[in-house]
Structure formats: structure tokens, C-alpha cells
């Protein structure tokens, strides 16, 4: 079943195609890819955003001593990837109403190094992490005293997070969300291959996209322009994000 949901899924640079063709072989490998007894185990997370606002959420971790976001371990029987980081952010942030944003593609795939505690050796996480969407941020609670949460901008996220690998799941938050039109980032951070023909000081609100067909002109999904670091998205789902009509071409 991983297989099936990493089947589609590009790595984007040589550490995350490492990392990706390790959870391919650790999927195929075991029965139960997600128990925790294994020393790599897969494990479903989640960057929960507020689209309208372009700000998103960071839990305290405790054991890791830093901010993270929401996200853990299957439970018994489970195996979707979604559904767990649905449940495990439902129940860290206390949000109602999480959908996966902008649709419920993976997002990242990377390797986590975990340290050693409650009982447990050092290990590592194959982390699956999507990004899911809120429209009532004020109703987010953390889910006990030693996990409080909060509200960033994506700068002030990525600085919190440091050198801690959460940083590219936040560019890339920052890139689909600037796509969408909700959030205008300033040109020092982004990177200039992002959105051709990039000149101003602020990223333009509806880069060249085009719609991408199958062998039968049918359409799959529509994706930014050539050199533009973003996974290929449902026409119909970006479509509607960005507001253009279903199977649209912009030049």
C-alpha cells in the first residue's frame, strides 16, 4: 500500500531520492512498515495552514526539544498515510474541520533522525507529510500542557525551525501558497527558478501554468512552468485554488 501512495511521488534532489528509495524498499520489505519495534518505520505528518492568512502551525515537541509540526505514529491496523495525519493532527491541534490542502498529495518524503527516550532507542522516522487546511485557526488547542502551539508566518517558522529538515516542507508550503495567490513572499526568499521570468520584488500572483495530458489529451493536472520546484497538482483542485477554469491553459 505505501508503495501505491509513493508510486506517483518525485523526490526533488538527491537527499530526498535517497530517502524516498529507502521507504520504497522498507514498504516492500515488511509486512508491517509502520510498527514501531522496527529502526526505520514510516510515520504521517502534517504542516496544517491557514490559507487565508498564509500562516501556519507549530507544535512543541518535547522529546525533540523544538517546534514541529503535527504528526506521529499509526495505530494499530492502520495504514493510510492520510488518514493518520488527519487523526494525529486532529488530536494534537484540537481543529475541527482539517481537509488536506490543496489536495491530498504527499508532499515531502524524508528521514528523521529520532533520539533515544521513553524507553525507546535511537531510531528513524520515514515521515509522509501532507499539508492540511483550516478555516478556524482561533480554535486550535494544543493537546496538553507540555505541547502549546503556534500561529507563524512562514519567516517566522522557518526561523524557529532552523536547520531542522521542516524547513524545505515550509518552502514548500511558501511556494503553493504564493501559487494560489495567498501569500505574496518577498524575492529574498525565494529562489529565482521558483517562477520563470521572476523580475519584481514580489512574487507574482498567477505565474505561467499549463495543464499537463495524457496520451489522449485528457487532462491530469496542471503545474507551474519549466524549472518551477512544485509537485503536479489535480486540474480541477489547483484550478479552483487558483481561480481558473476546469482544464484552462495560461500562457
Request: overall charge negative.
Amino acid at each position: 500500500m505505501i508503495n501505491g501512495w509513493l508510486a506517483g511521488y518525485e523526490a526533488r534532489g538527491e537527499a530526498e531520492a535517497a530517502d524516498v528509495a529507502r521507504m520504497r524498499r522498507l514498504a516492500t520489505a515488511q509486512a508491517d512498515p509502520w510498527s514501531r519495534s522496527l529502526p526505520l518505520h514510516f510515520t504521517a505528518s502534517a504542516l496544517v495552514l491557514h490559507p487565508d492568512s498564509g500562516r501556519v502551525l507549530l507544535r512543541w515537541h518535547q522529546r525533540m526539544r523544538m517546534w514541529l509540526q503535527a504528526g506521529g505514529h499509526g495505530d494499530p491496523g492502520e495504514s493510510d498515510p492520510l488518514e493518520i495525519a488527519l487523526r494525529e493532527a486532529g488530536e494534537e491541534t484540537g481543529l475541527p474541520d482539517l481537509v488536506p490542502w490543496p489536495d491530498g498529495a504527499i508532499m515531502h518524503a524524508v528521514v528523521c533522525q529520532v533520539p533515544p527516550g521513553k524507553g525507546e532507542p535511537a531510531h528513524e522516522h520515514a515521515d509522509l507529510r501532507y499539508f492540511l487546511a483550516t478555516g478556524e485557526p482561533g480554535a486550535a488547542r494544543p493537546e496538553h500542557a507540555d505541547a502549546p502551539l503556534r500561529w507563524l508566518t512562514i519567516p517566522e517558522a522557518r526561523a524557529l525551525v532552523g536547520g531542522n529538515n521542516l524547513r524545505h516542507t515550509l518552502d514548500r508550503a511558501e511556494s503553493l501558497l504564493a501559487l494560489c495567490g495567498q501569500l505574496e513572499r518577498p524575492a529574498a526568499h525565494l529562489r529565482r527558478h521558483d517562477v520563470p521570468g521572476l523580475e519584481s520584488d514580489v512574487l507574482p500572483r498567477r505565474p505561467a501554468l499549463e495543464v499537463v495530458t495524457d496520451s489522449a489529451n485528457l487532462p491530469l493536472g496542471v503545474g507551474p512552468g519549466p524549472g518551477v520546484d512544485l509537485p503536479l497538482q489535480p486540474v480541477k483542485r489547483l484550478s479552483e485554488c487558483l481561480g481558473l477554469p476546469h482544464g484552462h491553459r495560461v500562457q
